[in-house]
């Protein structure tokens, strides 16, 4: 059974170096090869192609964040707290950032949450995102800044 302290570590290194824009091969190496992982971000998939669908494996690890590392701009991202489930191997996170929709540049200052299970290995099987689609929504259809300004 992993520790609170190992699962606590593994989390915050997933987390850090996802905020600090590291390259898809290093995101990619923090989720499981013993068992196929899931990325989920949920919202109306018609707001984006990353939302509300599974991505099932790794090559749909790789198109998750690449779609949306393609899509969105993500600055100033920051990471707190963290709960820890070691029965369970699970950690939840609330993080925020600055999120910014390329084609429109339209912008918003976002709070969200992120749930990651972990295998026994401490890397990630699960990685769930709770984020406001509705935002990211506004900002593709370049409708943001007319509500909010």
Do not use: H
Request: some cysteine; hydrophobic content about 40%; glycine content about 6%.
């Amino acid at each position: 059974m992993s520790s609170r302290a190992d699962l606590l570590s593994a989390a915050q290194s997933f987390c850090s170096a996802f905020a600090a824009g590291s390259s898809l091969d290093t995101v990619v190496a923090f989720f499981s090869t013993q068992t196929p992982p899931l990325v989920i971000e949920y919202g109306l998939p018609a707001f984006a192609p990353f939302l509300g669908r599974p991505f099932n494996d790794t090559n749909g690890v790789v198109e998750y964040f690449t779609s949306l590392t393609n899509l969105v701009q993500i600055d100033g991202m920051t990471f707190s707290d963290y709960v820890v489930d070691a029965e369970v191997r699970k950690v939840s996170v609330k993080g925020t950032g600055r999120f910014t929709w390329r084609e429109t540049g339209q912008a918003w200052d976002e709070t969200f949450t992120y749930t990651l299970d972990f295998d026994d290995a401490l890397k990630v099987t699960k990685y769930q995102v709770w984020a406001d689609s509705g935002a990211l929504y506004l900002a593709r259809t370049g409708k943001l800044n007319a509500l909010v300004n």
